[in-house]
């Protein structure tokens, strides 16, 4: 059974949206994150959640256009991306971790231990 199950990626066109699902069924989590990796580059931070409080961080490049949530009876993160652009397209992962503490510093990837197997996002022009 794996751990974090991702869906809801597709291909849309430029200015449509997506919404991407994450569901833990593993051990409790703390916080959880969206990360993506496009061909050719460096897997990148797109925005975390705290699940006790509900406080969120984005990566600049989605501020205003993506909007992360949690149901916590649900075990659940979500990724609602509007106006979507070619550059958003890649593997999105979801991310989680046991560390309880909210920090700036949650868009690192190192600080999460626990990843799903990826959705796939692609945006056309």
């Known amino acids: 059974l794996e751990k974090l199950v991702e869906s809801g990626g597709g291909s849309v066109q430029t200015g449509g949206s997506l919404r991407l699902s994450c569901k833990n069924n593993g051990y409790t989590v703390y916080k959880m994150a969206w990360f993506r990796q496009a061909p050719g580059k460096d897997r990148e931070a797109v925005a975390s959640i705290h699940m006790p409080t509900g406080r969120m961080l984005y990566a600049d490049s989605v501020k205003g256009r993506f909007a992360i949530s949690r149901d916590n009876a649900q075990a659940s993160a979500f990724l609602q991306m509007d106006n979507l652009k070619p550059e958003d397209s890649g593997v999105y992962y979801c991310?989680?971790?046991?560390?309880?503490?909210?920090?700036?510093?949650?868009?690192?990837?190192?600080?999460?231990?626990?990843w799903g197997q990826g959705t796939q996002v692609t945006v056309s022009a």
């Open positions: 991310a989680a971790t046991r560390d309880p503490q909210f920090a700036s510093s949650d868009l690192l990837a190192e600080k999460y231990d626990l």
